[in-house]
C-alpha cells in the first residue's frame, strides 16, 4: 500500500501521560501536514511541513505539542502532559511538490482517548 | 465563526436514490473547492476538486457544482448505493491551508 499510513491506529492513555504518533507520507511528498478531528467536526488544521522545515504551526498547537520531520520523510507528533481535551482523531496528510492544486492526501488518522 | 458551512447535518434515504448537499462558504479567495468523503474512523478521500473558474466536476455517481459568485457549492449523489453512507465534507483551499466543514452524515437504508 503505498498510501499515506500512521501508526497507532488506536491509542488510550491516562491524563498526564506522553504520547507519539508516528505519520509515513506518500513516498516522495515533500509536503505534511497536521489536523485534529473531534466528533462530529470536520479536520481542523495544526502544523504544516515542506520537506523537514516546520512552516506553520495554528494556536491550536499548544506548548504540550510538538511535531517534528527530521530527515523530511516520515513525521512524529507528541503530545505531553495529555488532557481529556486531547481526546480527537489525528490525521496526517501530504502532497506532492508539483500539485498546484495542493491536492492532500489523507492517512487513516489515529484515534485517541484520554482517560 | 466557521468559514465554511455545510447543510444539512444528517440525512437518511432509501437506497437507489438521490440526494443533494450543500455548502456555502466566506473564504476569500480561494484557490479549490473540494469535496471528501471519510467513512466512519477513516482519513477524508477526496471524491472532487473544482477551481473558481469551474462550474461542474463529476465522478461516477458524485457530481459537485460551484457558484463562485454566491459562493456555494453542491454535492449531488445519484443512485445512491449502502457504500455511500459517510460523512460527505467540504473543504475550500487558500493555497496550502484548508478550512473544512463540519460534514453532512449520510446514511443510506436499503
Known amino acids: 500500500d503505498t498510501g499515506v499510513s500512521q501508526d497507532p491506529r488506536h491509542k488510550i492513555t491516562k491524563r498526564g501521560q506522553n504520547v507519539t504518533f508516528r505519520c509515513d507520507p506518500i513516498s516522495e511528498h515533500n509536503r505534511l501536514y497536521w489536523y485534529r478531528q473531534t466528533l462530529g467536526q470536520g479536520p481542523e488544521f495544526l502544523t504544516y511541513?515542506?520537506?523537514?522545515?516546520?512552516?506553520?504551526k495554528s494556536r491550536l498547537l499548544s506548548d504540550r505539542f510538538s511535531a517534528e520531520r527530521p530527515k523530511g520523510s516520515f513525521s512524529t507528533l507528541e503530545i505531553q502532559r495529555t488532557e481529556q481535551g486531547d481526546s480527537a482523531m489525528y490525521l496526517c496528510a501530504s502532497s506532492p511538490r508539483t500539485s498546484g492544486r495542493n491536492e492532500q492526501f489523507f492517512g487513516p488518522g489515529t484515534r485517541l482517548t484520554v482517560l | 465563526k466557521n468559514q465554511v458551512e455545510q447543510s444539512p447535518q444528517s440525512l437518511i434515504i432509501l437506497e437507489g436514490k438521490n440526494c443533494t448537499l450543500q455548502c456555502n462558504y466566506t473564504v476569500s479567495p480561494f484557490s479549490n473547492l473540494r469535496w471528501y468523503k471519510q467513512d466512519t474512523g477513516r482519513g477524508p478521500v477526496s471524491l472532487t476538486i473544482m477551481t473558481f473558474s469551474e462550474n461542474t466536476k463529476s465522478n461516477g455517481r458524485y457530481t459537485a457544482t460551484l457558484d463562485a459568485d454566491t459562493k456555494q457549492s453542491s454535492l449531488h449523489i445519484t443512485a445512491s448505493q449502502l457504500s455511500d453512507s459517510a460523512s460527505y465534507i467540504c473543504?475550500?483551499?487558500?493555497?496550502?491551508?484548508?478550512?473544512f466543514g463540519a460534514g453532512t452524515t449520510v446514511t443510506v437504508r436499503a
Open positions: 511541513f515542506q520537506n523537514e522545515a516546520q512552516l506553520e
Open positions: 473543504v475550500v483551499s487558500e493555497g496550502y491551508k484548508l478550512s
